[in-house]
């Protein structure tokens, strides 16, 4: 077993290394770095909490879990401390090779959701990667069909594949992703602003009906598989409405096509269940998984149910895709959320949370809808409740606002069309499960803060904003 003791470096140096940065080395990286970097330079998590400090020392209550991946809290003692003891044992094996973490945690996923789903393909590369897996398995088992269903305002990553399987960007991204003629876009069911104009209370899920016409007409190849995000994330925090899943599962039976969820963001608790698929009750053939899963460790996940061909070893592999100290991260993770509950923290306060905005929906107009589940909280930001309209530009200063007060914020996915933003107006709140309830109470009253002075914003300010934020997009 190894110790952790530098042979070559010094202990002084190792804790420089890592504690110490000068504004120039700063200023160098911001020139050097090829992707944008935020403002904030965030330091220390404190453990097992929402709780994050910045490299000057100021706190933050992050109501984001850093890509709603820290279901445990920051820095999860429990899965620190495992992912310390495997480091002493080995940090890397080729792709092909089980370690004793890589085969406890496929047989560990393999009991954990519905619908059979016990097969497992493991990566350390996230969510995108095991949703190329989804779509290789998908073809592997219907040879000949290539076509894959997405949603409208889906995301499922941000690799060549899976950037046209997502909302396309025009504006925002300067290329395309590989093999556009694979995909076919369905609407989301977003009640809120129903695709075909209908109330919830009556439509008889008419959206369905788009589905069905484009596996049957919007496809030029046979379709393999149908992608969702059981409750769309990115996209605007929107649920799909109750018999929408079991009926897209029926198109999907009934026109021989894999359904594959994407929840990346949905499970371990962070809806209140763990997993969309144990909340709604609808299973899938395939179910891809990430963020939460490793804790704050990278680790992607693909299950998939009984009965289907498996990969060969030249058709799923990484260098780094068998890393057993992230699988190691990933027991402590499970074990974690199941131990404390969290599924069930997260719907008790997400229910509380809730109830809270509502009562501030009666008074800041500008709330135009609240969207659950758990602590999977979109409120959707208008200009006014009866034409709708996004209220981007102050959903925009309302995480501006909230960062300076000390808490974390974020919203969904930009859209610009026509030259013009047209979404990103639904600020989310999904902090880490283990945030407690004074934490909360905390966050709730600089959300209150923001709510009030972005009411408030003028038309000059509102102007402002907006020309930041379309510097933001691309030279048309
Ligand atoms: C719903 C959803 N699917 C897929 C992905 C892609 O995961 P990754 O960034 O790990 O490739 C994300 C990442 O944000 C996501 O939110």
Redesign the pocket.
Known sequence: MTAFQPEVLSEEEVEQLLTQVTGEEIAQARELSLTPLKEQILFEGVPGTAIVRDSTGKEYIDCTAQ??TLNSGYCNPDILYTVAQQMKHLTHVRYGYPTIPRIKLTNRLSELFPGNLRQVALNN???????EAAMKLAMINRPGASTFLTAWR??????LA?IPASHYMPYLTRFTGYGLEHYVKFPYPYCYRCPVGLERETCSLACLQLVEGAIKYGANTPVAGLII?PI???GGMIPTPDGYLAGVKELCRQYGIYLIY?????TFGRVGAMSAAELYGVAPDMM?L??ALGGGF?I?ALLVREGLKRFTEAEEHTTFGSNPVMMAAALASIEVVLRKDLAGRAKRLGEQVTARLEELQDKYEIIGDIRGPGLFIGIELVEDRESKEPAFERAIAFLEIAMQLGVIFDVDMPDIAAGLPTRRNVIKIKPVLTITDEQMEQAMQVFEICLQKVSALSDEEKGDIMQKLMAQALPT
Not at 154 to 159: C, I, K, L, R, T
Not at 262 to 266: H, L, N, S
């Open positions: 890509a709603w590369e996230g969510g995108g990667f095991a949703l889906g995301y499922h990553g941000a690799s899976t995000e769309q994330g990115p994407d929840e990346a963001q949905t891809a990430t963020k990278p992607g």
